[in-house]
């Protein structure tokens, strides 16, 4: 049984327990790994993410009352009961202000999303940063959408991706550039998915990785550095003084000589992040499309100390683990997604699978670190209606 599916029949189940009811639909919507664009999303740059065959299902039952009632199958999510008009910033905390922010943020897209009891379950690692909470959003919009009678097409989607980043920024309070929405709603099944994040066009690009004999392997810490709140914010306040210095729109359009005309060294590091992660995600996409994925790797090496010295959200735990699968084989590794803990991953043999996995297992252990997870990831597709 694929893991959607599994995830499917669970939520269908924690309805049925928690309201005695039969779904109208169920639909999913996958957690995502970004392969390169780290921290550019949010300043017009380019990033290329793909979706995982992880995902978060939700099975839903229109209502006819306008209340809305949401459970999970997470034994740390309670329950949540309003109603449409009580779903806004500052009403509803916690993970349901995931699902109830989207259904506020949908319904403020001009999209009449009926009263529903919604039910969800997700195999998407929380916290490891492989954007459950968008999963969590997109399956949410989607299914809300198309129960309001709306159809599924690009255009519906686009103004979904829009609606689950304002219910992020706006009712979780939590910022987001819109990489992992985009990815969650439009990725393609096989392919990374590079996201031109100033207007949100994509284009699927084929990463050939088993043609290549290579693997994706995805290193998860399982630290989350409490220390790095507010830290994300911090670097969009950065990237906006450093625009704002150098009279540009967007970050993503600074040149090299704009990184050293900054005064401050701080935003010069910042700067200097964001555009050499733009060549670097120009350069990965030139390689792969030459089908030369196998000479990506230091890309990702560089991608990785960019982050680490000059944007200053990577963590030891992170550093340790990518040092360890180089060091056993693996052709590059990276931190991924906002930093301080999470994931990294590492292009690797798949020869080297147990390997390189045992290495970095070895190493955090070493350490006194804790033990990490692996897990090896495939190209999953875009958020859909499972039944
Ligand atoms: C988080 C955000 C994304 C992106 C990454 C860093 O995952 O949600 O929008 O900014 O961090 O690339």
């Given at each position: 049984m694929s893991g959607a599916q599994e995830q499917a029949e669970l939520a269908v189940a924690e309805l049925l327990k928690a309201w005695d009811a039969e779904p109208d639909g169920v639909w999913a919507a996958p957690g995502r790994v970004n392969l390169i664009g780290e921290h550019v999303d949010y300043n017009g740059g380019r990033c290329l993410p793909m979706a995982l065959t992880r995902v978060t299902a939700a099975a839903v039952r229109r209502r006819d009352d306008g209340v809305v009632r949401l459970a999970s199958t997470d034994p740390d999510a309670p329950s949540f009961e309003g109603t449409l008009?009580?779903?806004?910033?500052?009403?509803v905390s916690g993970w349901a202000a995931y699902a109830a922010g989207t259904l506020w943020a949908v319904q403020q897209a001009g999209v009449d999303v009926p009263g529903l009891d919604l039910a969800v379950s997700s195999d998407?690692?929380?916290?490891?940063?492989?954007?459950s909470s968008a999963s969590l959003e997109a399956a949410v919009a989607i299914a809300a959408a198309e129960l309001a009678g709306?159809?599924?097409?690009r255009d519906l989607r686009h103004l979904l991706i829009q609606a689950a980043i304002r219910a992020e920024n706006e009712v979780v309070g939590a910022g987001t550039g819109g990489m992992d929405q985009t990815v969650a709603l439009l990725a393609e099944e096989g392919s990374a998915l590079l996201v031109h994040?100033?207007?949100f066009r994509t284009e699927p690009v084929h990463l050939g990785l088993a043609e290549a004999g290579l693997e994706l392997m995805v290193i998860d810490t399982r630290v989350k550095h409490?220390?790095?709140?507010g830290q994300y914010a911090k670097r969009r306040a950065d990237c906006d003084a450093a625009a704002r210095e150098l009279g540009?729109?967007?970050?993503?359009?600074?040149t090299p000589a704009d990184v050293e005309r900054l005064t401050d060294p701080r935003l010069r590091a910042r700067t200097r992040h964001v555009v050499t992660e733009n060549q670097r995600v120009d350069a990965v996409v030139e390689l792969v499309r030459a089908?030369?994925?196998?000479?990506i790797g230091p890309l990702l090496d560089g991608s990785h100390a960019s982050l680490r010295d000059?944007?200053?959200?990577?963590?030891v735990e992170l550093d340790v683990v990518v040092e360890a699968a180089r060091e056993a084989g693996a052709l590059g590794a990276r931190m991924v997604g906002g930093g301080f803990g999470g994931s990294a991953i590492a292009l690797i043999r798949s020869s080297d699978a147990a390997a390189v996995g045992a290495a970095v297992v070895a190493a955090c252990l070493d350490r006194s670190l804790t033990e990490p997870g692996i897990l090896t990831v495939t190209s999953g597709p875009a958020a859909r209606r499972l039944s």
């Open positions: 008009a009580d779903l806004g910033p500052g009403q998407v690692p929380l916290g490891a940063g492989l954007s709306r159809t599924d097409d994040t100033r207007d409490t220390l790095a709140d540009l729109e967007w970050l993503s359009d600074a089908g030369r994925v196998a000479e000059d944007y200053e959200v990577s963590a």
